[in-house]
């Protein structure tokens, strides 16, 4: 009998009916595979947010400026944010990471940790978005990172990110990796108006024409992804390496595993989506992976807000599955 089959042996003698605990019954099973064990444990839990400025900010994409992402790196760090607020309620440790903020911290009081490649990227309109040795040095630091948080005994990883652009950067992955039209992947992201989108997609569509055809995966993300995204590549692939439980966030975060799953497609076997982000393209993009999300909340924040309201639910998955009785343990008869 395999791993498996155990598991769901295991499931299927807990006191209640079978399948009656729905998705919780699978996330326990693959969590359990994971780690290679009928008792798994989540330790240690740390949400990533990685902030990084984009170049194409400057063709106004964005609803909002770009200081904004250097604005929003401090109310992280003065514990202000949404994240902040579900990673204090669910005890899950924060780190915030500039990838390439467009801002000095370094007279700051309070300070992301430091992996700035760069302040910014380039207008992906007109160049690639990053130099080869950028990109290089991005997916090595992502793996650092991950290497830091797995030496405080963490083996549950979430990964968020912040930077005013990276829906646009996010659209691009999405539609060259999964052959889909820009139409289909381009959304709202911070809140734009019919003009601004329209606006959007027709700059998005320059560029695209401009690049022409691109196959390799790491080439479409220099070519149009931000530190942050590259960062969060790094991350994704060394979380795998180290067997991590990886959560993945919206669409921005989903965009950046398309890379890494079609550089490493077993990663899927760690990886547990959130929820579905009200972000137009994400849906198309959770059926291209064919995953299926936690939730459905009608989130598009990032910062890696949906790995921490789903954490909970992860969490009593692998609770059912350690501690609720068995038939035989609890004394009550089991289905004839």
């Known amino acids: 009998m395999t791993l498996k089959d155990t598991l769901w042996e295991k499931i299927n003698q807990k006191t209640k009916p079978p399948g009656s605990l729905g998705t919780l019954e699978w996330l326990a099973v693959q969590i359990g595979l994971i780690q290679q064990s009928l008792t798994p444990v989540l330790r240690n839990p740390h949400i990533v947010v990685f902030a990084g400025d984009h170049g194409i900010a400057e063709e106004g994409i964005s609803a909002y400026p770009q200081e904004v992402t250097h604005q929003m790196v401090k109310n992280f760090l003065s514990g202000g944010a949404a994240i902040n607020v579900f990673c204090n309620l669910h005890k899950i440790n924060l780190c915030i990471i500039d990838a390439g903020v467009n801002y000095d911290f370094s007279k700051d009081t309070l300070k992301p940790l430091d992996y700035k ?51 646009s950067a996010a659209s691009m992955l999405m539609s060259y990796i999964c052959g889909l039209p820009l139409e289909q992947c381009v959304g709202r992201g911070t809140g734009l108006n019919d003009a601004q989108l329209l606006h959007k997609l027709n700059i ?133």
């Open 117 to 167: 490649i760069s302040k910014g990227t380039r207008s992906f309109l007109s160049s690639k978005a990053m130099s080869t040795s950028e990109l290089e040095q991005s997916i090595k630091s992502g793996g650092e990172i991950v290497e830091q948080i797995t030496s405080r005994e963490c083996n549950v990883i979430g990964f968020g990110e912040m930077g005013i652009g990276n829906t």
């Open 204 to 336: 998005l569509r320059q560029a695209q024409t401009f690049h022409g055809e691109i196959t390799h995966p790491l080439e479409i993300l220099q070519t149009f992804g931000g530190f942050e995204m590259a960062l969060m590549c790094g991350a994704f692939l060394r979380a795998f390496e180290k067997n991590m439980v990886i959560l993945i966030d919206g669409f921005v975060a989903s965009s950046v595993f398309l890379v890494a799953h079609r550089i490493q497609p077993r990663i899927m076997e760690n990886a547990i989506f959130c929820h579905l982000s009200s972000e137009q393209g994400h849906a198309l993009m959770l059926d291209y992976l064919q995953a299926k999300p936690l939730l459905q909340l009608q989130l598009r924040l990032g910062e890696g807000t949906g790995c921490a309201l789903a954490y909970p639910i992860i969490e009593s998955a692998v609770a059912f599955l350690n501690e609720m009785a068995s038939f035989s343990e609890a004394g009550i008869s089991a289905k004839h």
